[in-house]
């Protein structure tokens, strides 16, 4: 067994019974954001998930304002693992409001393989 294995066991595709597919057949199969309730600026935990990878997609994330002007955005680059979770922070002093994720999932050589999109309200 691969030392990745251990350290990141939702790589084993013995697991869950979870087959790695081509970068044409990668998927998202969750995208969500749960707002961070604090004396804070507003900040938003990202929960990505797609479908098991035999290669490393590239994953971008950008949060659109209710006029889909862009806020904020990241980018991940070859994750590790399929699910991922990160924090975006909003510029500006919006503490609410109709928000929108988007996400494209792709590689720089080509296919690019999914689109996700995700609306919520703070």
């Known amino acids: ?23 044409e057949q990668m998927r998202f199969l969750e995208l969500r954001a749960e707002p961070v309730i604090d004396d804070g600026p507003l900040r938003l935990r990202v929960y990505v998930e797609t479908t098991a990878f035999q290669k490393r997609p590239y994953i971008e994330v950008a949060l659109l304002d209710a006029n889909d002007n862009e806020i904020t955005s990241a980018s ?13 922070h909003v510029r500006g002093g ?8 988007h996400a494209r999932l792709y590689y720089p050589e080509g296919p690019e393989s999914d689109q996700a999109h995700s609306k919520f309200e703070i």
């Open 76 to 88: 991940v680059i070859e994750p590790i693992q399929r699910k991922n979770v990160f924090t975006m």
């Open 94 to 101: 919006q503490k609410s409001g109709k928000f929108s994720l």
């Open 1 to 23: 067994m691969p030392d990745d294995f251990f350290f990141f066991p939702e790589l084993n595709p013995a697991e869950e019974g979870i087959v790695p597919v081509p970068p």
